[in-house]
């Protein structure tokens, strides 16, 4: 595996984080998002708190911080 990574600061606690990468996963993340594939689609070995990172710059932990689950939700 090539060692590319796609580097995402949180934008709620600005943490860095460094999302490893194949050069094909690179190539698609470089394309403007309307040309681009599902993150799901590009990413399907990353946990979803790993994809919404990529989606939104929100990490897992001010993700859930900001929406605070419920009892009862799955």
Same mark, same amino acid.
Request: net charge negative.
């Given at each position: 595996?090539?060692?590319?990574? $796609? $580097? $995402?600061? *949180?934008?709620? *606690?600005?943490?860095?984080? =460094? ?6 996963? =690179? ?12 993150? =799901? ?17 929100? *990490?897992?932990? *001010? ?12």
């Amino acid at each position: 595996m090539d060692n590319h990574y $796609v $580097v $995402v600061d *949180c934008r709620m *606690c600005q943490e860095f984080y =460094q999302i490893p990468a194949t050069s094909e996963q =690179q190539e698609e993340m470089d394309k403007p998002r309307s040309e681009r594939k599902f993150m =799901q689609d590009i990413f399907p070995e990353l946990s979803i708190g790993d994809r919404e990172l990529l989606i939104s710059g929100t *990490c897992s932990t *001010c993700w859930d911080k900001l929406f605070p689950h419920e009892e009862g939700d799955e």
